[in-house]
């Protein structure tokens, strides 16, 4: 039972490419989250799914998107990288609406 | 949308001694309130929740309070112990229960 897993862990991009980060989930979690954290902040949503097919905005989609296909995955999208896009990358999934979010372990995106 | 503020922003206590972070959220409809750990590089991780029907929560040497009336709630460590430095993020749920809305971090410091 590997939990979340997120590839790659480290990336870094030039202004304007694009890229897609990876999220999987071996737990069965109907929901899942993309969360970024600025250095010596908080985390913020991007996006979340409640299941196979939905996703919704959460409080910081601009620049981002998502897709949840299966529901094992749910990859985010950055087109047309920019510097304010340098942070670090969390996936989370939950059994519950409102339960223990397992977190990934990261990706760490510089853009310059 | 919801809004959490965190204090204080960092925390050093000496090892025995008991340390309290304190949120206020702005939502009165929020009813899930989680505490996050994040060790130095690692992922965040659960450490404790409360739901709006329970106004404390005890977990060994962890406790939270929830006062619904003043909007806020407050993480208790007692006999704290140098493992437990870390930052530590308290929130909130939204209206319809999806998303979770963080502080800004508290990093604790316990100074053997």
């Known amino acids: 039972n590997a939990g979340v897993t997120q590839t790659p862990k480290f990336r870094i991009l030039k202004i304007g490419q694009s890229m897609t980060l990876q999220c999987t989930q071996d737990m069965n979690h109907n929901y899942m989250y993309w969360y970024r954290q600025d250095p010596g902040m908080g985390l913020k949503l991007i996006y979340y799914?409640?299941?196979?097919?939905?996703?919704d905005k959460g409080e910081v989609p601009n620049g981002y998107n998502v897709s949840r296909s299966t529901t094992e995955d749910f990859p985010l999208r950055l087109e047309l990288a920019a510097p304010s896009q340098t942070s670090v990358y969390f996936c989370?999934?939950?059994?519950?609406?409102?339960?223990?979010?397992?977190f990934g372990p990261g990706t760490r995106l510089t853009v310059t | 949308g919801e809004n959490v503020e965190q204090h204080p922003s960092t925390l050093s206590v000496q090892e025995g001694d008991s340390a309290v972070i304190k949120c206020t959220y702005s939502?009165?409809?929020?009813?899930?309130f989680p505490w996050y750990k994040q060790e130095l590089g690692k992922r965040p991780q659960l450490i404790i929740d409360i739901r709006s029907n329970v106004g404390e929560k005890k977990d060994q040497r962890i406790a939270v309070t929830l006062n619904k009336t003043a909007k806020h709630f407050s993480l208790h460590i007692t006999e704290t112990q140098p493992e437990d430095s870390a930052v530590y993020f308290c929130a909130a749920t939204d209206n319809a229960g999806n998303m979770l809305t963080f502080g800004g971090g508290t990093r604790l410091m316990v100074k053997p």
């Open positions: 799914s409640v299941g196979a097919g939905i996703t």
């Open positions: 989370a999934s939950s059994y519950a609406r409102q339960g223990e979010q397992y």
């Open positions: 939502d009165s409809a929020s009813n899930y």
